[in-house]
């Protein structure tokens, strides 16, 4: 079983910032990726960045310049620091792992979700 527990969101004024983290345990045997998708009230799910176990991520066009992931391999974890926060990036923000299992398969696996507010 593996497992995703994501912290971090709350609420903040526009132009203010927040640093999410995830983090991966269980029965894993290595990690293809890891990364963050959101999902506003009515919208579909998007991908706001995702970075691979080889260090190269990508970034949606509306956070590239405010948002940087980073991960820390060590502890299976990623880190998301939002910066310039706009209300147009009030979601619910879930984490996301690419991973093999100790048991051999290959899943993607989805944290609870932790909701962003950006509102005055």
């Known amino acids: 079983q593996v497992q995703l527990v994501e912290s971090g969101g709350g609420l903040v004024q526009p132009g203010g910032s927040l640093r999410l983290s995830c983090a991966a345990s269980g029965s894993i045997f290595s990690i293809y990726a890891m990364g963050w998708y959101r999902q506003a009230p009515g919208k579909e799910r998007e991908l706001v960045a995702r970075i691979t176990t080889g260090g190269s991520s990508n970034y949606a066009d509306f956070v590239k310049g405010r948002f940087t992931l980073s991960r820390d391999s060590a502890k299976n974890t990623v880190y998301l620091q939002m910066d310039s926060l706009k209300p147009e990036d009030t979601a619910v923000y879930y984490c996301?792992?690419?991973?093999?299992?100790?048991?051999?398969?290959?899943?993607?696996?989805w944290g609870q979700g932790t909701p962003v507010t950006v509102s005055s």
């Open positions: 996301n792992a690419d991973l093999i299992t100790q048991f051999g398969s290959r899943n993607y696996y």
